[in-house]
DNA sequence: AGCACGCCGACT
DNA sequence: GTCGGCGTGCTC
């Protein structure tokens, strides 16, 4: 312990304990408290104290995001420091134009890690000493610096950037808990589910043998994941390694968990997710650090989770946006783990009842093993799948009623019969769906009374749900010509589902109001996609897909993955067709995301996805960069850069201003502004180059402060 | 990004 | 001879 880890810090007394004392006197002993223990707390200047004998340098990531800044710089450790200033720990240390010898200390504190203990420094001035150790907690590990390192790289960010998501701010009071002695490895579980795949007992064996099996699952439809996930992380801790999984959300976390508690009870791993504060998150984080607990399941963050000894990771519905960081360099959870298992010699599990164009790609190119299940077991899981036609108008008084083509309004009565039905609608703001423009009154589509949607500027218009083009419309109310958007939420389409079948119970689940489980009793929940919630007992009698227009008609490269992908997730709730299982998509049939739903084939949908991407050269097939900001922002910036010689450059393409409320995400324009967009593309063994070329030109423009500055996002996931 | 240094003109 | 404008470059 060093003077600056004293216990013996001010806010630690007890002042309330003097009742009896009056203000002043509080005040005396506050000041004579902090005389007695701020000077050993405080950063010193360390003039002329001695150093370190041995390894007097010490090489120290500075905590400054500037890109330019992306590098190590050295300090004198102070001999009081010697023992504390370890690699790993945090420290402070002035930082700063200003500073120089003789003169006034004018250098700002910042924090920073030291990376390393050095003989000696490449630095030909003197070295300015450390400040403070901040914690003796060795927390930048050398394992989690080069999984930071090669991050960084991968992203085109800077390696302080990686860190700041990867360590959790510092909680005194969590670095003072003690932490509990490590538990041993627990029994090996049962395969349980996993019998359902013809790979399921080989996977689980490699990892009970201490393998690194790599696989792309196909989880079967129904309530059976979370157990199974939990089983292969369990495996994997019985073979005396330890395990990771990234979830999207933390109601998908929470199933994790509550299965691994139910298969190895409490303390065997921890739960890593937003909502449960910092101290009580920085505590489980070091409980892994520590060792006492080798297995987390979490959100996001938990990608970079300390887990000594990983022999697996997990990675469910890779798909989902969720998974990508919104903070500076906004890596990718699928991205982070590839990496982590690469280096640190893990297994992987890229699991989900969906399949993205990157998973495909790794089992098209052998890196990983498909795990789906045989093709009867899926159909009996799997609820009847059915999409409805454009010749199926609502001809029944209850469809017309209901506005909804008849299939659909037979599907959503007779699963009422026996159950809860989820209907799946587009998130608020989403489409934003048609009105006359005169007397307010929805434009609907003259055949199936669907709503009417304009997808995309100058698109012609076209029913949301039977998807027949009418750009005759004309309102029926008033017989106005012209039309104006208006949102329909899902609460709208509650109302009025809820009128089409009275005395039925309607639920709302959505973006601030979202429904962890329904009962398994007769009620309609309607919801948007991703917030549904899991009914209990068998799931769903019916569900009803009713976004499919407005998912497939965006101009974006990944609109159909992402509109299979929500269906599946929404589909696989219902229960499989030998129960009565009944999904329903209101969608052009020929379509082959549609198509693919109903034959349940995510991966067949990938790989042809994989296909079309790569005689496009688009990602992933390709890496891609996407350059953003005012126009001679980002012209200056290419202007500038190295590019490899096989760089592609596509653009500029103004950027669309996006929408209102939404809060704005790093590189996109702000309000008012008028944005450029140039994405440039590689080959994907050059995707390194590339982000080291524009990481480069942006550093070089940004020191010589030749303009505004543009933005590097690497593999945009927003590509028209 | 800050922040100091430096080289220039206007002032006591 | 000194003060302070902001253009340039560095930060251990």
Redesign the pocket.
Known sequence: MSEAGASSRPEDRPEKSHPEEGPEQLALIRAAVRERALPRARPRTWRNAPLAERLPVARVLVD?G?I??DR?????VPAALDADARPGVRVR????????EG?RE???LVNGYVVERRAD?D?T?????LAQVLSPEPVLTPELLALCRAVADRCAGALADVVRLAIPPRMARAERASTPEPAPPPELPEPGGWTRYPHGAAFLTALAEGRVPRAVWSALPGPGWPAELATALATTLASGRGALAVLPDGRAAARVDEALTALLGAGHHVLLTADSGPEARYRRWLTLHRGAVRCVVGTRAAMFAPVRSLGLVALWDDGDPAHRDVHAPQPHARDVLLLRAAQQDAGLLLGGHAHSAEAARLVRGGWARPLAPARETLRTAAPLLRTVAEEDEARDEGARFARLPTLAWRALRDGLASGPVLVQVPRRGYAPRLACARCREPARCAGCRGPLVSVGEGEELRCGWCGTARADWHCEECGGPRLRAVVIGARRTAEELGRAFPGVPVRTSGRDHVLATVPDEPALVVSTPGAEPVAEGPGYAAVLLLDGWALLGRPDLRAGEEALRRWLNAAALARGREAGGVAVALAEPTLRPVQSLVRWDPAGHALRELADREALGFPPVSRMAAVTGPPEAVAGLLSVAELPSTADVLGPVPLPVPPAGRPRRTGEPPAGEQWDRVLVRVPPDEGGALAAALKTARAHR????EGP?AWVRMDPDDIG
């Not at 190590?72 to 004198?76: E, G, N, T």
């Not at 001035?125 to 000493?129: C, D, F, K, S």
């Not at 940004?702 to 402060?705: A, K, N």
């Open positions: 400054k500037l330019h800044l190590c710089f050295d300090y004198a240390v002035r930082f700063g134009a200003g500073q120089r003169r004018g250098g700002g420094s630095f001035g003197v070295l300015a000493p940004l020191t010589h402060r500055p």
